[in-house]
């Protein structure tokens, strides 16, 4: 079960950010309060609105409500916030994976309990990204993967919480061989693809994977 869940954050172009959820083909769409404003902004109807509707567009209540979209109303005063509650929903859709949008930009707080949220939803044995209209993070963790994209595309590995050891990386323009790269260090930023995949593995250590669309 494939699932998008549209948060209140930045969307900085809404033609490029509807063609990538409209190719996405999702199961279902979920509106986090105010990340309704930018679906409709996309003429996108959400299955399900969650919050306490304290940050959509007021006029947009009635306008889903007669789109049959489903409303949770949650209080404004609870341990939770509103993109965790949505990820709640989403496990018991029995998502798979689970897409954010709308997630960064803004107040730097937000930003990174969002990108944090990634972490929490890998927990739960969901693969999670960020999109945006310029680029999707990935989170990786003791693994190999295949990332897919466009020849010179950059790609930005990150370690976090420590240092990440045995790194190689294949079809870059900067290629590692099972190397150490320190936590939060710059040496795996702004690195490019040579054609339309490349190979990233971990042996051990927890990193952000960025790839930028543009070309």
Do not use: W
Request: with cysteine; proline share 2%.
């Amino acid at each position: 079960m494939k699932i998008c869940i549209a948060l209140n954050g930045e969307v900085k172009d809404y033609t490029k950010m509807k063609k990538i959820i409209l190719e996405e083909d999702y199961d279902y769409i979920i509106g986090a309060d105010g990340g309704c404003n930018h679906l409709y902004k996309m003429d996108i109807v959400p299955d399900y609105i969650i919050g306490d509707l304290d940050s959509i567009n007021e006029k947009l209540i009635s306008y889903y409500e007669d789109k049959k979209s489903i409303f949770k109303k949650y209080p404004s005063h609870k341990d939770e916030t509103d993109s965790e509650i949505c990820v709640y929903l989403a496990k018991e859709l029995k998502a798979d994976s689970i897409d954010f949008i709308g997630t960064l930009g803004g107040r730097i707080d937000h930003t990174l309990a969002n990108i944090g949220l990634m972490h929490y939803v890998r927990n739960m044995d969901i693969g999670p990204r960020i999109l945006t209209s310029e680029e999707e993070i990935l989170i990786m963790k003791n693994e190999e993967i295949i990332l897919k994209g466009e020849k010179g595309n950059t790609i930005s590995i990150i370690p976090i919480q420590k240092e990440a050891k045995g790194v190689t990386l294949k079809n870059l323009e900067y290629p590692l061989n099972n190397d150490t790269v320190g936590y939060l260090s710059s040496l795996g930023i702004s690195n490019v693809m040579l054609g339309d995949e490349c190979s990233i593995k971990i042996e051990d250590g927890y990193a952000l994977v960025i790839r930028n669309y543009n070309v």
